[in-house]
């Protein structure tokens, strides 16, 4: 059946072979440093609006910096961003989503499992890691999609030794890669149903409103310790038990003796049931 080989990766619990180091081409020209960076995605839980968003330089020692470069925006309706801050070709920086409850501004975002609008707690956060490459000139631009998947990575990565290096960012996005068949980073959140959507994105559609089924679900959510009647607490508990369950080397989604994997996979199913 197509959707057992769409998953059969994610659940393979088993250790990655370590990446070899790759460098470029050695004809490769010098890098020039871009004056500023433009980023544009979507932010998705599911989507989400009045979003804060913000980007972050890394630390010499690979720890995130918790000051925003440039200037914050906000999510329109249907979880687009675009965010510009000074920034250099090559170096990795992490796109930051939040959901606030300030300026009139109140993040919501669309349950895919539900269909129904709903708040997300002040602390609410994911994120993407992202790497501008080299322009001639002038401002760079790139993009990144948001949501549960490009934070595994961006947790996976912050947590390897030595933090937000190039080499870990690479490992985290392999991993995840492998573990989902696709980069979350990369591909532009649709929402389930969409027309026009490609082989990909409905792959993550059908991921997001798994992790939607989590939340919704009393007893799944409650195998990964997120209970409560409050259905944005609960999302808000099972992306991070998610992102505790990372690591850059390994597949296998656990955290303490909870098989993330595992429950994870169950969810899936129900939504492919449904």
């Given at each position: 059946?197509?959707?057992?080989?769409?998953?059969?990766?994610?659940?393979?619990?088993?250790?990655?072979?370590?990446c070899g180091?790759?460098?470029?081409?050695?004809?490769?020209?010098?890098?020039?440093?871009?004056?500023?960076?433009?980023?544009?995605?979507?932010?998705?839980?599911?989507?989400?609006?009045?979003?804060?968003?913000?980007?972050?330089?890394?630390?010499?020692?690979?720890?995130?910096?918790e000051?925003?470069?440039?200037?914050?925006?906000?999510?329109?309706?249907?979880?687009?961003?675009?965010?510009?801050?000074?920034?250099?070709?090559?170096?990795?920086?992490?796109?930051?989503?939040?959901?606030?409850?300030e300026?009139?501004?109140n993040?919501?975002?669309?349950?895919?499992?539900s269909?129904?609008?709903?708040?997300?707690?002040?602390?609410?956060?994911?994120?993407a890691?992202?790497?501008?490459?080299?322009?001639?000139?002038?401002?760079?631009?790139?993009?990144?999609?948001?949501t549960?998947?490009?934070?595994?990575?961006?947790?996976?990565?912050?947590?390897?030794s030595?933090?937000?290096?190039?080499?870990?960012?690479?490992?985290?996005?392999?991993?995840?890669?492998?573990?989902?068949?696709?980069?979350?980073?990369?591909?532009?959140?649709?929402?389930?149903?969409?027309?026009?959507?490609?082989?990909?994105?409905?792959?993550?559609?059908?991921?997001?409103?798994?992790?939607?089924?989590?939340?919704?679900?009393?007893?799944?959510?409650?195998?990964?310790?997120?209970?409560?009647?409050?259905?944005?607490?609960?999302?808000?508990?099972?992306?991070?038990?998610?992102?505790?369950?990372?690591?850059?080397?390994?597949?296998?989604?656990?955290?303490?003796?909870?098989?993330?994997?595992?429950?994870?996979?169950?969810?899936?199913?129900?939504?492919?049931?449904?």
């Amino acid at each position: 059946m197509q959707r057992h080989a769409l998953f059969a990766a994610m659940l393979t619990a088993g250790l990655l072979a370590a990446c070899g180091g790759g460098g470029g081409d050695s004809d490769t020209p010098t890098p020039v440093t871009p004056a500023s960076v433009s980023v544009t995605g979507v932010a998705a839980k599911g989507l989400m609006r009045d979003a804060k968003v913000t980007a972050h330089a890394i630390k010499a020692d690979g720890s995130i910096d918790e000051t925003p470069l440039g200037e914050p925006v906000y999510t329109d309706a249907n979880g687009n961003y675009t965010l510009s801050f000074p920034g250099s070709a090559g170096q990795p920086y992490v796109v930051r989503v939040q959901a606030v409850n300030e300026g009139g501004r109140n993040t919501k975002h669309l349950d895919e499992a539900s269909g129904v609008e709903q708040a997300l707690p002040a602390g609410f956060a994911m994120r993407a890691v992202i790497t501008p490459t080299a322009a001639s000139e002038g401002t760079v631009t790139t993009s990144a999609s948001v949501t549960p998947f490009s934070e595994l990575a961006a947790a996976a990565a912050a947590k390897a030794s030595g933090g937000v290096t190039s080499a870990n960012v690479a490992q985290a996005v392999t991993t995840v890669t492998t573990l989902l068949g696709f980069d979350p980073a990369s591909v532009v959140v649709k929402a389930p149903g969409t027309e026009g959507a490609t082989g990909e994105q409905k792959k993550l559609a059908l991921m997001l409103t798994a992790v939607s089924k989590l939340a919704d679900d009393s007893a799944l959510s409650g195998s990964l310790g997120c209970s409560g009647d409050d259905a944005g607490a609960r999302t808000r508990c099972v992306v991070e038990k998610l992102a505790e369950s990372a690591t850059a080397t390994s597949i296998k989604l656990a955290s303490g003796s909870v098989d993330v994997s595992n429950v994870l996979t169950q969810a899936v199913d129900a939504v492919l049931a449904d």
